[in-house]
């Protein structure tokens, strides 16, 4: 159908004002002469001479029946395709085409509408000459082209569609552009019912790409981008549709310019999250299945059509796993605790932990303080080392890997060192293990305190002085705290480091190392034995000594 003078004309009419007589003289001269039997009466160099009862006998090409055995004397069917010299010009194959197309011509069928498939064999003025799978020939128009001709047209196969039967002429016109325009057509229906998006429609998957498949809803071809497949999100479409496949999609888009039609088969499916939404909450188990694994965690399939995220956090207690496969395996069917769910966002984080025994608990019922446990050290800090227990981790701190004051972790060992260590504390509500090596063996207070006592008299070096006291070394690796209560306020103004102090031991704590002084308690021992002295004195009096104390 084409406009003229703003009217729509029928195909008939439009192919009269071609000038349809003269476009199938060019491409058969005559229905008369179209097909006539001759006999071979001479075979020349690479020319045939036909004797076909005219008063000269017709030319045939020698390639076109070399093939076929034939010899002088023999009959054979020509089509008269052309003039020269007097001579007609004759053609084999054209005859038995000719007879081809009068064949299919008797069964034609006025309602066959399918499109077929031709190749260009040749070309005139009008258009081209094409033949089908079977070898009948048809006209192609240049009208009918629906594309722009090029000189290696000769060979090219295209789909067509019959537009008219000249039973006269015994020749039969077909159309590229008739299918061009019926599947503009097509696209201009469908896309007209781009606004009723609810509408879901059957496709069938025509071809799978790394990005998507390619889905033909009734002879128009959409996308279906791998992201529109599945509510879990981006999959591989090869994994679950072949081509061939009958899909339900939705129209989500279409682009005018670009003629881009995009579809989706999530979106013609029931959503899984609004089903979630109402029937899953958080601390509920569920049974998923591993579906892929990745180093930072897991995608897991509920069976519905979404996914969960198991970070390799959520999988076990042990902070040490490298990879979630060192735990799991793909294709593993595991109960998790789901930790969250954003059904808006589309977002569902599950836990596997949260189902295993506690390894602190476990801990705590079999082991108490003051026990010795194997440990292996996995990590050391500027603060100590962690020391891996088999079950969890526990913690040896500085001060408690060694009597030295300088002495740290980081210089006395290093990962994978094997070492046995003691339990010292158990903190339950931190879940905290602290750890000690020290306390394998003697502490220098424990030998100092075998020569000294609470109550003994000391001299020693300030060491250090801080605001809530003073520090001094009383013997190597031995020292010993002052607070700034026990000494004087007079005193304490005028100390300074490496100058040496005497007091009196008021506490000794071997287990942790512990002394501490006092000038106070110092003084008022002093201040007794004045006394005793005094009162131990006879020729001492009382007056003596307030005359001593006036003269001073």
Known sequence: MIKANNKVQDLDDYLEEEDFGQLLE???????????????????????????????????PLVEIQDNNIKIGDRIKVAIVGYSGGRSLLSHKKALRKEKVIEFIKNYKENLENSFEVKVVGK??????????????????KSQYGFKESNNIIGKTFKVKIIKIDKEEQSIVVSRKKILDDERKKRKELISNIAQKENVID???????????????????????????????????????????????KIINYNKERKHLSLSIKAALPDPWNEIK??????????????????????????????????ISEISWNKNIKNPKDCISKGQEIDVEVIEINSEEKR??????????????????????????????TQTTAFGAFIDLGM????????????????????????????????????????????????FSESPVQEYAKTHKVGNIVKGKIRDIKDFG?????????????????????????????????????????????????????????????????????????GDIIKDQLAE
């Open 348 to 377: 569902l984080r599950v836990s596997l932990r949260n189902l295993l025994s506690k390894p602190f608990d476990e801990f705590v019922k079999k082991y108490k303080v003051g026990d010795v446990v194997d440990g292996k050290v």
């Open 470 to 542: 003073v520090f001094v070394e009383l013997s190597k690796n031995v020292d010993a705290l002052i607070h700034k209560e026990d000494i004087n306020t007079s005193m304490l103004e005028n100390l300074k480091i490496d100058d040496e102090i005497e007091a009196a031991i008021v506490f000794i704590d071997e287990k942790k190392n512990r002394i501490r002084l006092s000038v106070k308690s110092l003084t008022k021992m002093k201040e007794r034995e004045v006394l005793n002295e005094i009162n131990n004195n006879d020729k001492i009096t009382l």
């Open 392 to 439: 969890i981790e526990g913690l040896l701190h500085n001060e408690d890997a060694s009597w030295l004051r300088n002495d740290e972790c980081k210089d006395k060992f290093k990962s994978g060192d094997k070492i046995q260590v003691k339990i010292i504390k158990i903190d339950k509500e931190g879940q905290k293990i602290s750890l000690s090596t020290r306390e």
């Open 124 to 141: 005139n003025k009008g258009g081209l000459i094409v033949v089908d799978e079977n070898d009948v020939e048809f006209f192609l128009p």
């Open 278 to 311: 109402d029937n899953l909450d958080v601390g509920d188990t569920i049974k998923v299945v591993v579906s892929n694994i990745e180093p930072y965690g897991a995608f897991v399939d509920l069976g519905n059509d979404i996914e969960g995220f198991l970070h």
């Open 203 to 249: 496709g069938i998957v025509k071809k799978i790409t790394t990005y998507g498949m390619f889905v033909d809803v009734g002879g128009i071809d959409g996308l279906v981008h791998y992201s529109e497949i599945s509510y879990k999100g981006p999959v591989n479409p090869s994994l679950l549709y072949k081509e061939g496949d009958k899909v339900p999609v």
């Open 26 to 60: 060019a491409f058969d001269k005559s229905k008369e002469e179209a097909v006539a039997e001759g006999v071979i009466v001479e075979i020349k160099n690479d020319e045939v001479y036909v004797d076909i009862g005219k008063k000269s006998e017709g030319i045939l």
